[in-house]
């Protein structure tokens, strides 16, 4: 009897350290806790693996937490960054979009214009009625060779304006250049580039002249079909004529069949 009081005696003391000994520890382990906690850096580059956020939780509980909850404001700001980036993005495109609209708009309404403009000076023309030359033979000729001079004085008077606002426009350098140099690779690059011989590709401020032989059924014309396709070309009004005959100067056999002359108008901001 005595050997079980004792035993149950042992027992009693042992539960009683047992807790003394939590308590004592139990505040180290807070305090611990929230040095580290106040201590914690979240580095979202450096994030711990999955065995080493386990062993954190475990000793430092508070301090996981808290990190995650940094990267999770962290991750919630990027994602209303990219919302608001994307918003921008969208509203530009739209913008952009309204803009083309609009110049194909003034297109429109300027190649309307012109060829009112066109039968007037003609109805003036044949009334007898004298009009002011915008551009005289002797400029056309001094500026052009034969055929192509041929080309632009028996032209209207709208062609014949155009021109001489071509004249007179003084060059644009990086413009014209940079234009130029798409026009000119544009059509040595086309399917038909064979079937033209270009002779000349000159802007200056807002406009453009090409001229050249075509050897076959008007190549030029699908050739300028297709380069207003692309996202570089957006004029404003063209005039272009062509002449099917050999043209003057080259000889029967001559492997040419025809000739073009083209000035296009391009909008400028």
């Given amino acids: 009897m005595k050997k079980l009081n004792i035993v149950v005696l042992l027992i009693l003391l042992s539960l009683i350290a047992f807790f003394a000994g939590r308590q004592s520890v ?45 990267i999770a404001e962290a991750l919630s700001s990027v994602g209303k960054t990219s919302l608001a980036v994307n918003n921008t993005e ?46 005289t033979a002797e400029q056309i000729n001094e500026n052009l060779t034969a055929p192509f001079n041929t080309i632009v004085n028996s ?17 644009d350098f990086d413009w014209a250049i940079q234009l130029e ?9 086309h399917t038909l580039s064979q079937e033209i011989q ?18 076959s059924n008007k190549p030029f014309d ?17 005039y272009s004529m062509s002449g099917d005959s050999i043209p003057t100067g080259q000889p029967a056999d001559s492997q040419f069949s025809g000739y073009f002359y083209s000035i296009v108008s391009f909008p400028r901001q």
């Fill in 198 to 215: 270009l002779s000349s590709v000159q802007c200056r401020a807002s406009k453009c002249e090409m001229y050249g032989f075509e050897t």
């Fill in 155 to 171: 032209a209207g008077m709208a062609f014949k304006e155009q021109y001489g606002e071509f004249l007179n426009e003084e060059q």
């Fill in 181 to 189: 140099t798409r026009i000119s690779d544009f059509i040595k690059l």
């Fill in 90 to 135: 969208g509203t530009q495109k739209a913008e952009l979009k309204q803009l083309e609209l609009v110049v194909q708009d003034l297109a429109q309404r300027y190649r309307s214009v012109s060829i009112k403009l066109e039968d007037a000076y003609r109805s003036l023309e044949e009334a007898g009625i004298e009009v002011e030359q915008a551009v």
């Fill in 222 to 238: 699908t050739i300028m079909r297709d380069m207003k396709t692309q996202d570089w070309y957006q004029d404003s009004g063209s």
């Fill in 26 to 70: 139990a505040p180290n382990i807070y305090d611990d806790a929230g040095s580290d906690m106040r201590k914690t850096t979240c580095d979202l580059n450096q994030r711990p693996s999955l065995s080493e956020t386990m062993q954190t939780t475990r000793a430092n509980k508070p301090a996981a937490l808290n990190c995650d909850a940094q």
